[in-house]
Nanobody, 122 residues
Framework: QVQLVESGGGSVQSGGSLRLSCVAS??????MAWFRQAPGKEREGVAV???????RVADSVKGRFTASRDVAKNTVYLQMNSLKPEDTAMYYC??????????????????WGQGTQVTVSS
């Protein structure tokens, strides 16, 4: 199974930016999604990019977060701008068996990274 490794998390002040990366151990013809989970909350789909480069972001981050993909590097990115304290969470990338779909439901993905923590202070 393809391994996914996230990086780029950290602590930032409100209004700041971070770029998360997710490197796959090999090329994967999959939709790649970003999820986040805060303590005591359900895992929330944030953004997804499919195998042909189409993207979708959740309403809660629209206009602030952008997903992108570098196929040559087997890497997907999540650019996060104008961060807010409510964006604080563990962020995970995931791949799934439906390469052309733009799904933001956790049950649609079957391969997950270990996560990277994002903390936004006010």
């Amino acid at each position: 199974q393809v391994q996914l490794v996230e990086s780029g998390g950290g602590s930032v002040q409100s209004g700041g930016s971070l770029r998360l990366s997710c490197v796959a151990s090999q090329y994967t013809y999959s939709a790649m999604a970003w999820f986040r989970q805060a303590p005591g909350k359900e895992r929330e789909g944030v953004a997804v990019i499919n195998s042909v480069g189409s993207t979708r972001v959740a309403d809660s981050v629209k206009g602030r977060f952008t997903a992108s993909r570098d196929v040559a590097k087997n890497t997907v990115y999540l650019q996060m701008n104008s961060l807010k304290p409510e964006d604080t969470a563990m962020y995970y990338c995931a791949s799934g068996p439906l390469p052309l779909y733009l799904l933001l439901t956790a049950s649609d993905y079957n391969n997950w990274g270990q996560g990277t923590q994002v903390t936004v202070s006010s």
